[in-house]
């Protein structure tokens, strides 16, 4: 069985101070409320090593990096390692979420070294796939979605892949307040999940987690969770609010 995973991505808000009352506040919630699921907070860079810090000191939740270079250090002016994640003690990273495909031009090629360099480092990727309206409308989600996931993914061998945490966002689901059904969104994880079937076999497939994205909220998300292939959340605007992001944690079992 697997344990579900939640997982806020803050995306680029709040300030410090805000930062540091949003964390208090979910740390609160998750000490009043029965979770039983492994919660993760993705804010922006600069507010790492505060969550990193509310993490060991209330043991309730993990964090994760938005990003990552795909380099390993030296003259990159404004890009952030793996190996500085590691050493503030960041255990999950997002990889290849739809904005950095779509504003930043990061390619399937340029993700799967990213995935690399975080698994070298024992930081979990949450390696995003989705396809947008218009694909979904051309009936080409699938084939997107695949290649998304064999150029991002399939190079790695299995010793690395079973690291590794799927998040499947159709764009068109993303801040929009559309969510995918629960019917649309499981008939997709089951797909990626074939997928690592037919790669790595019955037991990593069984045991890979794969999460959802996309407009996910404190209403939607038990039907959602209540799917078989879907193993938790990835969690944007909902993130923001400590209660509702409480709420959702609360509801993934
Ligand atoms: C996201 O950006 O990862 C996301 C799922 O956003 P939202 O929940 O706001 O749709």
Redesign the pocket.
């Known amino acids: 069985m697997r344990r579900k995973i939640v997982a806020g991505?803050w995306?680029m808000n709040k300030d410090f101070d805000e930062a540091e009352t949003l964390i208090d506040d979910v740390v609160k919630g998750l000490e009043e409320e029965e979770v039983d699921c492994d919660v993760v907070i993705c804010p922006p860079f600069p507010y790492l090593e505060l969550a990193t810090d509310g993490a060991a000191d209330s043991e309730l939740f993990e964090v994760g990096a938005q990003n990552v270079s795909s380099f390993d250090s030296g003259a990159y002016t404004g890009e952030v390692s793996a190996a500085m994640l590691a050493s503030l003690d960041v255990n999950f990273c997002?990889i290849g979420?739809?904005?950095r495909r779509k504003y930043f031009n990061e390619d399937n090629a340029t993700l799967a070294v990213k995935v690399e360099k975080v698994l070298a480092n024992e930081i979990v990727p949450i390696y995003?796939v989705g396809e947008t309206l218009e694909e979904r409308e051309a009936n080409r989600h699938f084939d997107v979605i695949r290649r998304q996931v064999e150029e991002g993914l399939f190079g790695l061998d299995a010793a690395d892949f079973e690291n590794v945490v799927i998040?499947y966002?159709p764009v068109w689901?993303?801040?929009?307040g559309k969510t995918a059904t629960p019917e649309q969104a499981e008939e997709i994880h089951a797909f990626i999940r074939s997928l690592v079937k037919e790669k790595y076999g019955d037991d990593i497939a069984n045991e890979i987690h794969i999460l959802y994205?996309?407009?996910?909220?404190a209403k939607n998300a038990s039907a959602l969770f209540a799917q078989p292939d879907i193993d938790g959340g990835?969690?944007?605007?909902?993130?923001l609010k400590a209660e509702d992001f409480v709420s959702i944690c609360r509801q993934a079992k």
């Not at 689901?173 to 929009?176: C, D, K, P, R, V």
């Not at 994205?213 to 909220?217: A, F, K, M, Q, R």
């Open positions: 991505n995306k997002i979420h739809s904005e995003c998040a966002e689901a993303i801040g929009t994205g996309g407009s996910c909220n990835l969690i944007g605007g909902a993130s």
